[in-house]
């Protein structure tokens, strides 16, 4: 209590000594005086975030209404901005925005550009961290063309960074790592040690996420020497948690532990809130693994709360899954349902797809934005040496073959990209029938007391989501992975209507399941519809075969799935005004992939009694081009 007396004691002198000075009628102190004494007062501010967060929101509402009173455009923006910075430390972002937002109109009056620029990229942080990513980078794109005006490499390279966690957040690993090396590089030349360790750290969760592990480790331990050197509390907090990831990705879990706890600790101590529901699920997953799950459900539900109050939608997902799985680790099947249901709820909301499109268009207006401000440098330049008719006729003819070869690829283009996304949405959603059935087949096990079915059917379709849902952001899966989805869909069904659908794979030994890659989830949707459309539920014979043949004269993978159920011919007559939606999907997939590879991808659909009047079912052929790890 002594304390925080004496602190609000000091804060009161602090600002009342700065309004008398200010305000003082004495001519003879002159107002670079009291520029200096307002700024004094702001680096105050920026003290007070860390010893004391609700002092420092207090003494810059007063530090915000001195400035207004010198009606000075330039200190009333840096007040605004600070208080906003504040706000933000604390996690409170719609009124960090508030702040903002008003100090941008009075930096563009004080003709401030740099300032303006830092202040967009605030904005796109807030909004990069609360998951509307199309906003954050509307706004990073805003801060990087000031940038580029003013030639502020730094701010650029921070751009750069930033827009490669957008990226991360999307899934696009490519793009991420593409944004965080071109940042690096830039940093590097200036040899700023605090962002460069920032960086490095950005790469090493990147290569954590895709499990190479002696990649992210020397990023990593890059990123954890040069915070000590360079780096802020905040910065060693994030540090510590990803070194913690990293030992725990190792099964040093002690080791894990401990750097969870110091990071908490940090965050803590600096009220980084929306930074502490992450520090808390890692924190529990270690628990779990080690069997302490009081200690692992109490850290979840204090991530909850914090989820909940903060609108933090990635975190409160992370959260329901662990708690899922938590609570199937301790047999309480009935609490492991209701959360997997609202991890499903909350996933369903975050709509990627919206998203990535409006991203896609953002990026190629600024493209578009980019090339006619070079064009138009390269104008001015030329008309210095008095050859602008030239520079004009050039710009035309350009201009002229630019609009006619983008009005002919546009369609097209426009096209498959619609279709890729399209095809990305479908992939990573599971049929929603055979979702909610599989969840009514658990409740009714649950019901009728049969908690081991229940609790095997569980685990086979959380594995099964879980396969689907890390497959369908990857262009291409290793064949086991795609066997394994097989499997899994295969054995739920056989477990969902107790008839057992036999099934085998015949697979050439010259096919390492491990190196060989191929894009995902082809097989399920023929597999499904050939337990749905072939009749297969209703045959006690019912067969599945999925053979796979490597083609050393074509370069390619032939993969076959055949069934002996009614036959594609037989179904299309009996239901001539129904088509199966995976055959075009299939088709939509095949046609995307030939155009962006050099090798193509073919399917061929056959109906085996036009074979073998004997005969019925149907076999679905894919030729693959090999491709490798």
């Not at 696009?172 to 960086?199: D, H, M, P, Q």
């Not at 693994?289 to 909940?308: M, N, P, Q, W």
């Not at 394994?484 to 399941?513: H, K, V």
Request: proline share 2%.
């Amino acid at each position: 209590m002594c304390k925080i007396a004496l602190l609000s004691l000091y804060i009161f002198v602090i600002s009342f000594n700065l309004k008398a000075s200010i305000f003082s009628t004495d001519s003879l102190i002159q107002p670079s005086v009291f520029h200096d004494q307002l700024l004094d007062s702001i680096k105050k501010v920026k003290l007070l975030r860390s010893s004391s967060p609700t002092e420092c929101l207090k003494f810059g509402e007063r530090v915000i209404d001195m400035a207004r009173e010198t009606d000075i455009p330039s200190l009333i923006g840096l007040a605004e901005k600070t208080q906003g910075v504040s706000y933000f430390y604390q996690g409170v972002f719609d009124s960090a925005l508030h702040h903002y937002n008003k100090a941008i109109p009075k930096f563009l009056e004080a003709k401030q550009e740099l300032d303006v620029g830092k202040v967009y990229n605030n904005i796109a942080i807030i909004y990069r961290r609360t998951s509307k990513s199309e906003l954050a980078l509307e706004n990073y794109l805003k801060a990087k063309e000031i940038y580029e005006q003013v030639d502020y490499v730094k701010g650029i390279a921070s751009i750069y960074s930033n827009v490669g966690g957008v990226y991360y957040n999307l899934g696009n690993y490519k793009e991420t790592e593409r944004y965080y090396l071109l940042s690096l590089a830039l940093l590097e030349k200036l040899n700023f040690g605090a962002r460069i360790a920032k960086v490095n750290m950005n790469l090493g969760v990147l290569y954590l996420g895709q499990s190479q592990l002696d990649k992210a480790s020397v990023y990593l331990n890059k990123a954890n020497i040069l915070t000590e050197e360079y780096g802020k509390l905040r910065d060693k907090g994030e540090v510590l948690i990803n070194l913690g990831d990293l030992a725990f990705y190792k099964k040093e879990y002690k080791k894990a532990l401990d750097l969870y706890v110091k990071c908490e600790s940090i965050r803590l101590q600096i009220n980084d809130y929306w930074g502490l529901p992450k520090n808390y699920i890692f924190t529990a997953k270690c628990l779990t693994e080690i069997g302490r799950y009081k200690e692992a459900l109490v850290k979840l539900k204090e991530s909850e709360t914090i989820c909940l109050q903060y609108n933090l939608r990635e975190d409160l997902h992370d959260t329901y899954v662990q708690q899922s799985i938590l609570f199937e680790k301790m047999k309480e099947f009935e609490q492991a349902l209701i959360y997997h249901k609202k991890n499903v709820e909350i996933r369903d909301s975050i709509d990627k797809s919206n998203r990535s499109k409006t991203l896609e268009k953002l990026e190629f207006t600024h493209f578009l934005d980019l090339k006619e401000k070079e064009l138009a440098i390269k104008d001015l330049d030329l008309s210095r040496k008095n050859i602008l008719l030239l520079s004009l006729l050039g710009f035309i003819l350009f201009g002229v073959a630019f609009i006619l070869f983008y009005l002919r690829s546009r369609s097209h283009q426009n096209k498959l990209q619609t279709l890729s996304l399209e095809q990305k949405i479908r992939l990573s959603q599971m049929n929603p029938h055979f979702l909610f059935n599989s969840l009514s087949v658990i409740q009714d096990f649950i019901l009728d007391r049969e908690n081991d079915k229940a609790f095997n059917y569980m685990s086979k379709l959380t594995g099964l989501i879980r396969g689907v849902l890390e497959n369908s952001t990857q262009d291409y899966i290793t064949v086991r992975e795609e066997l394994d989805i097989l499997t899994a869909y295969i054995e739920l069904q056989n477990l969902r209507f107790d008839n057992d659908i036999s099934y085998r794979f015949d697979i050439d030994s010259d096919i390492d399941l491990d190196e060989i890659r191929i894009p995902p989830m082809l097989a399920q949707p023929i597999i499904e519809n050939a337990l749905i459309h072939g009749e297969l539920r209703n045959n006690p014979d019912a067969e599945i075969k999925i053979c796979l043949l490597k083609n050393v004269d074509k370069n390619s993978i032939d993969f076959t799935i055949e069934d002996n159920g009614v036959g594609i011919n037989s179904k299309q007559k009996s239901l001539s005004m129904h088509k199966p939606m995976a055959t075009d999907i299939l088709k939509d997939r095949v046609r995307i992939y030939n155009y962006y590879s050099k090798d193509d991808l073919s399917i061929e659909v056959i109906d085996l009694k036009g074979l073998n009047k004997d005969l019925h079912g149907t076999r679905v052929r894919f030729r693959i081009p090999l491709f490798m790890n």
